[in-house]
T-cell receptor
Framework: GNSVTQMEGPVTLSEEAFLTINCTYT??????LFWYVQYPGEGLQLLLK?????DKGSNKGFEATYRKETTSFHLEKGSVQVSDSAVYFC???????????FGGGTRLMVKP | DGGITQSPKYLFRKEGQNVTLSCEQN?????MYWYRQDPGQGLRLIYY???????QKGDIAEGYSVSREKKESFPLTVTSAQKNPTAFYLC?????????????FGPGTRLLVL
């Protein structure tokens, strides 16, 4: 079946540090890949997505590239801010279905 | 402003009681979804609906029921058969159900058992 694995958190960084949150997936065919962000006490917001191999999704300084050869979709940001502190979820959606499969989430804490 | 609303924000349930969580969207989306989130974990799908008057079980449907009588509404009932209902419940919708369609989420309802 489909599955998503994320690095366990929390990830603690100082402001302006470089961020990488690893995400790998298992799926047949060609899924679409998503990153969602959840701020404390709120629902999920779509951060970025990629729908085919080698696509790069980007938004608000965050980027992730769909790597089919390594089945990965790692999230990166060059310079994090305190306001980026949140939980980040990697997810996939299979071509043949309409359900999202989520990773367990990675909590990011950015200190001033 | 278009979006998804969930109510209430907090809900308390007594033992043996059924409770209903509301989810409304004005995005004109065909598909709607209910997820459960437990502390420190990812989301798990409870039920989804691709079109009015139709819905399907997700991975953890036992102890829950839904209806889809209107396109904009997809209420979730947590029945007394759900023995561990304490969680954060998230509703989502998408324009259609292809792999590229984005799901948009509501703000969530936190359910607590008294």
């Amino acid at each position: 079946g489909n599955s998503v694995t994320q690095m366990e958190g929390p990830v603690t960084l100082s402001e302006e540090a470089f961020l990488t949150i690893n995400c790998t997936y298992t799926a047949t065919g060609y899924p679409s890949l998503f990153w969602y962000v959840q701020y404390p006490g709120e629902g999920l917001q779509l951060l970025l997505k990629a729908t085919k191999a080698d696509d790069k999704g980007s938004n608000k300084g965050f980027e992730a590239t769909y790597r089919k050869e390594t089945t990965s979709f790692h999230l990166e940001k060059g310079s994090v801010q305190v306001s980026d502190s949140a939980v980040y979820f990697c997810a996939l959606k299979h071509n043949a279905g309409n359900m999202l499969t989520f990773g367990g989430g990675t909590r990011l804490m950015v200190k001033p | 402003d278009g979006g998804i609303t969930q109510s209430p924000k907090y809900l308390f349930r007594k033992e043996g009681q059924n409770v209903t969580l509301s989810c409304e969207q004005n995005l004109n989306h065909d598909a709607m979804y209910w997820y459960r989130q437990d502390p420190g974990q990812g989301l798990r799908l409870i039920y989804y609906s691709q079109i009015v008057n139709d819905f399907q079980k997700g991975d953890i449907a036992e102890g829950y029921s839904v209806s889809r009588e209107k396109k904009e509404s997809f209420p979730l009932t947590v029945t007394s058969a759900q023995k561990n209902p304490t969680a954060f419940y998230l509703c989502a919708s998408s324009e259609e159900t292809s792999a590229v369609a984005t799901q948009y989420f509501g703000p969530g309802t936190r359910l607590l058992v008294l």
